[in-house]
């Protein structure tokens, strides 16, 4: 009897997810618990498992559709569900059996000719041995399978089941042999214009990787100005080392890209409209003088190395952001507006805004204020891996009490940001450098001066509360000795 598998319950006020790869085909044998869907919901991706084990005899989604919660996903039907059970009663078993033998054969023929062909056998052969992965992230043990087998976790991060990824023509290379890259490798390299037939993957049998991707984009981009040259005439239509996403298509001035909004990009869309139009954002702008603080992070960074934490600037900003909240109720605060209430929050838990190929996430630190500045710097590590490998959940993006954007590792200075509601500030930090500072004995010296600027919701927070509270945050970052000694 053919079972429905459907969509479950994947979060609070998750409604649906829009597909971004299908990861079994019509005519698998699945296991229970293997991943059928990579699915996107509002600022997470996931992997959805099958709910039994059996053959897939029809597939109900595409990649793009938009699959309600308790939504149809696939359909299969049982091992040994209808066959086995009439084969005693009706004739003897030997003639039972023949067809049985032929029947698993016929369906993957059907559904791949060619190239294809010999594709299923070595799945139904190879999954009673190959375990499930699980994990969301972590390396893969060589143990558990063999080398052409090594590819249970995808280069995101995710865990993607154990059936091969299915293919298009263009993930293929010049031989005809599928391309060893997962699914967010590949959209990775549909995004920015990488062919993947041209990279050399240096994951185990040659798996290419997002660091892959990225290699050969630099190489290219470093290729195009030498390989530009002086021509005759103008080009209308110049050489781009980065092509736009999307299918090609025309407008009625020329030739345009169309590219579906994704739901993360949906989701960023209508937080920020939500924040434009209901918050009156004010923002202040200062500097703060971190030589001291720069000392001291560049005499210890070899000592963190050797414990495997990397010690930036960052973990210093969040404490001293952490202590200072502390101090200031009205800005780790939100308006509960349909109560007509504020809530002022007794904890502290800072938003870490990551710039990720899909856009901006928010993961939250929890309690970073009890946190000391070593625990601090090997979370956010963990915090920003998660986050652009899409390894995490929606739960990890909620509970935040401020936000810090950090746009000195891009570039910039002073910038504008957008309060994350419904918190009611965000701090946003620019590129340091130095400047020349009149000092209090009237000397002029080069000090490393660090852009601050920071939006509040001015329907709570007033300006001398801001000013306050960012004087507080240079204060920390200006005698780093009291962030070292903070509990």
Do not use: C
């Amino acid at each position: 009897m053919a079972i429905e598998v459907k969509l479950p319950e994947i979060g609070p006020d998750i409604e649906s997810g829009d597909v971004l790869d299908i990861l079994v085909s019509e005519g698998d044998v699945i296991k229970k618990d293997q991943d059928i869907v990579e699915l996107e919901t509002d600022k997470a991706t996931m992997n959805v498992p099958s709910s039994h084990a059996g053959k897939v005899v029809k597939i109900h989604v595409a990649k793009g559709d938009s699959v309600p919660v308790g939504g149809v996903i696939i359909t299969i039907e049982p091992e040994g569900g209808g066959g086995e059970a009439k084969a005693p009663a009706k004739k003897d078993q030997g003639k039972k059996e023949e067809p049985k033998k032929e029947a698993p054969k016929a369906a993957p023929e059907k559904k791949a000719p060619a190239k294809a062909e010999s594709k299923p056998a070595p799945k139904q052969e190879e999954l009673p041995t190959r375990a499930t992965s699980t994990a969301p992230r972590g390396p893969v043990d060589p143990s558990r399978a063999p080398a052409s087998a090594s590819s249970d976790a995808d280069d995101s991060g995710l865990a993607v089941g154990d059936q091969p990824f299915p293919i298009e023509e263009d993930e293929q290379g010049q031989d005809g042999a599928q391309i060893p890259a997962g699914p967010g490798v590949r959209r990775l390299a549909r995004e920015v214009g990488v062919d993947l037939k041209n990279v050399r993957g240096s994951g185990q049998g040659g798996r290419i990787s997002r660091e892959d991707v990225i290699a050969s984009l630099r190489q290219a981009s470093q290729a195009a100005p030498a390989a530009k040259s002086p021509q005759r005439g103008s080009s209308p239509a110049p050489e781009r080392t980065v092509e736009a996403p999307g299918e090609l298509s025309q407008d009625a001035y020329g030739p345009v890209r169309v590219e579906k909004m994704s739901r993360i990009r949906k989701t960023i869309a209508a937080r920020m409209h939500d924040s434009w139009s209901s918050v009156p954002r004010v923002t202040n702008f200062d500097d703060a003088d971190i030589t001291e603080l720069e000392k001291i992070r560049q005499s210890s960074k070899d000592d963190y190395a050797a414990k495997g934490i990397k010690l930036t600037t960052m973990p210093f900003v969040i404490k001293a952001v952490a202590m200072a909240l502390r101090n200031h109720p009205a800005i780790n605060a939100s308006i509960d507006g349909a109560n007509e209430q504020i809530v002022y929050k007794e904890y502290v838990s800072i938003g870490i805004a990551v710039d990720t190929d899909r856009g901006l996430v928010v993961p939250s630190l929890r309690f970073a204020d009890q946190l000391s500045i070593p625990e601090i710097a090997r979370k956010l590590s963990g915090i920003a891996d998660a986050a652009r490998t899409n390894a995490f959940s929606t739960e990890d993006l909620r509970g935040s009490t401020f936000t810090i954007s950090n746009l000195g590792a891009i570039g910039g200075t002073y910038s504008t940001p957008i309060v994350n509601v419904p918190e009611v500030a965000i701090l946003l930090i620019g590129r340091s450098r130095k400047l020349p500072v009149v000092m209090k004995d009237d000397s002029i010296a080069a000090r490393l001066m660090m852009p601050l600027s920071i939006s509040y919701d001015h329907r709570l927070v007033d300006g001398g509360k801001a000013a306050r509270f960012l004087n507080d945050v240079i204060g920390f970052l200006e005698a780093p000795g009291r962030l070292l000694l903070a509990p």
